[in-house]
C-alpha cells in the first residue's frame, strides 16, 4: 500500500509544471474534439487527474499540492499553451477547490475531500435568479438559475452564490451553498464562438433544502472571515478572497499569448509578405514593431499578474489579511493585464496573414479563445479601470467585491 504522505512530499512543483509542460502537445490535438464536445474529453480529465493538476490549491491534508500562486501561474498558464478550455477548466476547478477549503469547516472538508480530494468542484458567485428561504436547520432554494459555471461536466459538487435572508426574507449579505451534482440540474446551453470546451452551462435548482453547514456567507468572504479555522495556521487558506478569483483567471490568457508567440515565429522564417516587395517577413520592419509591441504587451501582462501573486502570497504569509488598497489594486491589475493578453493575441493574428482564419490554423482557435477572459465579469477591464479610478479620486467604489 503506498503512503499518501510520501506521495506527496515527492511531488514537487517542478514534477507538476514538467507533467503540464508534457501534455501540450495532446492537448493540441484535441483541441478540435474538445470544440466538437463543446467541453473537455474525458481522456483529458483522466491525464489531469492522474498529474495531479486538479489539486494544485487543495490542502496537504486531503492530499493536494498546497501551491502558492506564483507557481499555480506558472503551471496553468503552460496547460493554457496547449488549449485554452483546458486550461479555464483547470483554473476554475482548482480554484473552486480552494473556495471551499476556505469556507467550509473540517466536518465539511472531510466529506469533499475524502479519497484524495478526487472530487471536483466549480462555482458560480452570483445567480441570475434566486428565490430563497431561511428554514429552521438551513435554507430552502426554491428555485434558482446560476450561468457560466465553468467545468460543470466535471464536477462533483456546484458552490452556488445565493442572496443570505433572515427569517423576516430580508437580505443580509451574499451566501452560497455547496451542493452535490445530485442535487442540480446541469442544461446544455454552452453554445460558444470562444473557449467551446469549458462546459460553462447554465445550472437549476428547484426546492432543495440546504443545510447550515453546507453554506457559507461570501460576504464575511470577502473581508477575510473564513469558516476554516483548521487551516488558518497555513498561509495558502489565509490568502484574500477577491484577488484569488480574479487572479487565477489570467493563467489561461497568460499560456494563449505564449502559444501564439512561438507559433508565429516557429512560421516567421518561410514567410513573405505579399503583394509587397518584402520577401522576407522578418526583415521588415512593420514586423519588427507589431511583434515586439506584442511581446511587450504579453511581458507587461505577466509582470502585472506576477505581481497580484506576490503580493496575494506576502499578505497571506504575514499573517494579515490583504488591506483595501492592495486588492483594489489586484483588482485592477488583474484586468488590465487580461486586456493586454487579448491584445498581443490580436497583434499576433494581424501579422499572420490570410492564411491565419482557417479553422484548421491553430491560431485562429487561439485568437477566439482570448476574446472569452476580458469577457469574464471579474476581470471586466472597464470595471477594473473604473473601480481603481473611483479609488484614485476619492469615490466609492463601483462593486461590493474587492
Known amino acids: 500500500m503506498v503512503n499518501k504522505q510520501m506521495v506527496i512530499e515527492s511531488t514537487t512543483f517542478e514534477d507538476l509544471l514538467g507533467k ?11 483541441i478540435n474534439e474538445v470544440e466538437s464536445l463543446r467541453s473537455i474529453p474525458q481522456s483529458t480529465i483522466t491525464e489531469l487527474t492522474e498529474a495531479g493538476l486538479l489539486k494544485l ?15 499555480y501561474l506558472d503551471i496553468v498558464s503552460q496547460i493554457g499553451k496547449g488549449c485554452g478550455s483546458t486550461a479555464w477548466v483547470v483554473a476554475l476547478i482548482n480554484v473552486a477547490k480552494w473556495v471551499v477549503s476556505v469556507n467550509f469547516t473540517e466536518e465539511v472538508h472531510d466529506v469533499v475531500f475524502k479519497d484524495d480530494a478526487i472530487a471536483n468542484v466549480c ?3 452570483e445567480p441570475r435568479k434566486c428565490d430563497v428561504e431561511k428554514v429552521e436547520g438551513g435554507y430552502l432554494i426554491k428555485e434558482g438559475m446560476w450561468g457560466f459555471a465553468s467545468g460543470s461536466n466535471h464536477s462533483d459538487y456546484f458552490f452556488l452564490g445565493f442572496p443570505q435572508v433572515n427569517e423576516n426574507g430580508e437580505v443580509e449579505g451574499l451566501g452560497a451553498a455547496l ?4 442535487d442540480v440540474n446541469i442544461l446544455d446551453d454552452w453554445h460558444t464562438m470562444s473557449m467551446r470546451g469549458t462546459g460553462s452551462n447554465s445550472l ?6 440546504v443545510p447550515e453547514k453546507w453554506t457559507t456567507s461570501i460576504s464575511k468572504a470577502v473581508v477575510g472571515e473564513y469558516p476554516s479555522v483548521h487551516l488558518q495556521d497555513q498561509a495558502l487558506y489565509k490568502s484574500a478572497f477577491v484577488p484569488v478569483a480574479a487572479l487565477v483567471l489570467l493563467a489561461p490568457g497568460i499560456g494563449l499569448s505564449a502559444a501564439a508567440k512561438e507559433i508565429f515565429l516557429e512560421k516567421l522564417p518561410n514567410r513573405r509578405i505579399q503583394y509587397t516587395f518584402h520577401n522576407k517577413q522578418a526583415e521588415a520592419a512593420i514586423t519588427h514593431l507589431q511583434l515586439a509591441e506584442a511581446v511587450m504587451k504579453m511581458e507587461t501582462a505577466s509582470l502585472l499578474a506576477y505581481r497580484c501573486a506576490d503580493e496575494i502570497d506576502k499578505w497571506a504569509a504575514s499573517g494579515e489579511y490583504m488591506d483595501f488598497n492592495g486588492r483594489v489594486q489586484a483588482r485592477v491589475d488583474c484586468s488590465y493585464a487580461n486586456r493586454l493578453n487579448c491584445e498581443a ?10 492564411s491565419a482564419i482557417s479553422e484548421s490554423n491553430l491560431l ?10 476580458p469577457q469574464h465579469g471579474l476581470i471586466v477591464p472597464t470595471t477594473g479601470l473604473e473601480l481603481f479610478g473611483r479609488i484614485l479620486t476619492e469615490q466609492e467604489p463601483n462593486t461590493h467585491l474587492i
Open 179 to 182: 451542493i452535490p451534482r445530485k
Open 123 to 125: 462555482g458560480v458567485f
Open 345 to 354: 493575441v490580436d497583434l499576433i493574428f494581424s501579422l499572420a496573414g490570410g
Open 204 to 209: 437549476t435548482v428547484k426546492n432543495l433544502f
Open 20 to 30: 503540464a509542460e508534457a501534455m501540450i502537445p495532446n492537448l493540441r490535438e484535441r
Open 57 to 71: 490549491l487543495t490542502p496537504e491534508k486531503y492530499g493536494g499540492y498546497q501551491l502558492n500562486f506564483r507557481q
Open 364 to 373: 485562429s482557435k487561439i485568437m477566439k479563445d482570448s476574446k472569452t477572459p
